[in-house]
Nanobody, 126 residues
C-alpha cells in the first residue's frame, strides 16, 4: 500500500529555517509529480511547491519563491522542502502529495493528486 509520511515540522522563530521530508513507500514515485501543499487554520489548502513528473521542472507559489526549495533523493524515495527566511504567515500544516498523471496546468489543484500524507505542523513565531 502506497504511503507518504511527512516529518520535520516544528516551531521556529521568524527568519529561521526548517527542512520537511516526505518519505514514500509501497511503490516507486520517481516519475510522479510530487508537491507540497499547506493549510492554515480557517483557510483553504494551497499549493506551495512542486517537482513535476519526476523533476523535469520545479514550480513555486509566488509567496515562497526564493525562500523555499523543493528537491528529492530517488535513492531514499524522499522529497524535501527546504524552507528559509520563514515568516509567521508560513504557519500551517504542510502536506506532501503525489500525482501519477498530472498535467502541468493542474499541479496547483489538490484534486489532481492520488496520494496524500498526514501532514506536519509548521509554526513560525514573530
Amino acid at each position: 500500500q502506497a504511503q507518504l509520511i511527512e516529518s520535520g515540522g516544528g516551531w521556529v522563530q521568524a527568519g529561521g529555517s526548517l527542512r520537511l521530508s516526505c518519505a514514500a513507500s509501497g511503490q516507486t514515485f520517481s516519475r510522479y509529480t510530487m508537491t507540497w501543499f499547506r493549510q492554515a487554520p480557517g483557510k483553504e489548502r494551497e499549493f506551495v511547491a512542486s517537482l513535476f513528473r519526476g523533476g523535469s521542472s520545479t514550480h513555486y507559489a509566488d509567496s515562497v519563491k526564493d525562500r523555499f526549495t523543493i528537491s528529492k533523493d530517488n535513492a531514499k524515495n524522499t522529497v524535501y522542502l527546504q524552507m528559509s527566511s520563514l515568516k509567521p504567515e508560513d504557519t500551517a500544516v504542510y502536506y506532501c502529495a503525489a500525482a501519477g498523471r498530472a498535467i502541468l496546468s493542474s499541479i496547483r489543484r489538490s484534486d489532481a493528486y492520488d496520494f496524500w500524507g498526514q501532514g506536519t505542523q509548521v509554526t513560525v513565531s514573530s
